[in-house]
């Protein structure tokens, strides 16, 4: 009996890798070329992409089946970068970036040269991991609205296909990245606590806590929403039909078929690098009226900034910092209304932040006794960091962030017996806005409903938002270096460690400048490294910045 049971499975593999074979063939990888799995995945030229599809659809499944047969996600975008680039990442079941370990695994995979040491690597792994091909696969996929997208998830089903047992896979479309995320999280909750696993779900769970929130303050006024000519377009629209007038808005750049328009001029990552309205913005004079707020997502709609004309002339930048900011005030403002620290520990709240937060922001929060954190660039350590407080507030300054609630604040939340009506109206809000924020990754559509029913809540319009604090004037450049790996960070990217010498060169150049700050890394998205500088005053930020160019170009120079 064991040795058929051993000969069944024997065939049962030569049939998987001839299958593998079959479909590998069609998926060479281009000699020379090295990919590597970075901050948010793979992430290059479309064109280049095929073969590293491939291998991530072989890797989602290893995973699923490494999981039991939990969920896992693959979500094909490349973010904010130009049209013609593309990406892919893996979501594991909990809704997360996927485990940095198998990072690893997936950049050993797409960079098997040929198609029998794909073959010998895959077999490795599956030993190495001690995955049992028996179990079942389950993976949801999604894709952004870009025109290489559609030939991108051909490789990664042709992937699927291999496994002629049947990987069970369930195929969202194009979406958006932090719906993906949800639904991922939502399918693998089996308590349901954490929502209804489809994009509807999403939509109705989102409009329903937006609903309680903004109780009998609505109709707010209208927003304007620069949906960078990407998949947040469909996601407004489609969100708007589950909320009416309660928020009207005033969509921008919607265009998702003109080739060449996603995130040209556009876009979140455009505003907060320019520091500029999208050129569209500007010329549609919207803004110029008093009173009136916009916001821009960016090409994946999961980072959100905001903007407003100060006397309806002059850029006023509400980044993720100022949001981070808005948010952390009012919960602590709700978790001291619902009074629960006599009968319960107090809630811990507490933000965390990158290098790239403006100094005055973190000085902002600490000033409130809100304790804050700093991390490594990348969602993944912010989210972890996150994870640590009962309420963990955390955006990287370019928008990129949300709020976590943890397991047992959550149940803490469900089961207090408030001896108020105003403590038991700060618990239902409190529970809402865990129902209204996404849970799983930054998303742009929730934080912008947060930060509308904040700003509903304190009655204020972008103005009274950005007085809480002034930026410190600062710069974000890129450096383009002979090789980025030669530049080692530590401190969590603060100081450099490696070439040796630099860091003492740049902080003599910092020292030189009231309210310096400056520091250096690699990028995990491009070939460069980046620069940031603040200082008290423009034309010291430009002085500073200029010093630690030209540091570079010796330290780093071709
Ligand atoms: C300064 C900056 O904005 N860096 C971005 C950028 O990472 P880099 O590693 O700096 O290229 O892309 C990441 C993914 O979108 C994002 O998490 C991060 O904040
Ligand atoms: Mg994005």
Known sequence: MATTEASEHAHKYATLLDSLQDAANLYP??????????????????????????RVGLLAILRSKRLAGATIGVMVTA????????????VDPSGEMLEPLWEL????????????????????????????LDQPANIVYARDTRPSSPGLVEALEAAFRAFSDGAKVVDLGITTTPILHYVVKATNDKSGESGIPTQEGYMKRMAKAFKTLIGNRGPLAPLHVDCANGVGAFALEEFSKHIGDLLPFRPINTDVKTRGALNFQCGADFVKTKQALPPSVAQSGVLSKPDTRGCSFDGDADRLVYYYLRDGKTFRLLDGDKIAGLVAMYIKDLVGRARMHENNEPLKIGVVQTAYANGSSTKYLKSRNIPVRCVPTGVKHLHHAAQLFDIGVYFEANGHGTVLFSPSCLTTLREFQPDSPESANAIKQLIALSELINQAVGDALSDMLLVEVVLAYRGWGAEEWDAGYEDLPNRLVKVEVH??????????????????????????????????????????????????????????????????????TYYGGP
Do not use: W
Request: charged share 20%.
């Open 29 to 54: 990888k281009p000699e020379g070329l090295k990919y590597s799995y970075g901050t948010a995945g793979f992430r290059t030229l479309a064109n280049l992409l095929p073969p590293v599809m491939f």
């Open 79 to 90: 973010s904010h970068n130009p049209e013609q680039d593309n990406g892919v990442k893996l």
């Open 105 to 132: 695994h997936a950049t050993t995979l797409a960079n098997c040269p040929s198609t029998a040491s794909l073959l010998s690597t895959f077999m490795t792994l599956v030993s190495h991991l001690r995955v049992d």
């Open 483 to 552: 090789d980025r790996s030669q530049f080692v960070t530590i401190d969590a990217e603060r100081k450099l460690q490696y070439p040796t010498g630099l860091q003492d060169h740049i902080d003599d150049a910092v020292n030189k400048f009231e309210l310096g700050r400056s520091f250096v890394r690699p990028s995990g998205t491009e070939d460069c490294v980046r620069l940031y500088a603040e200082a008290k005053s423009t034309a010291d930020v430009e002085s500073l910045t200029t010093m630690v160019t030209d540091l570079l």
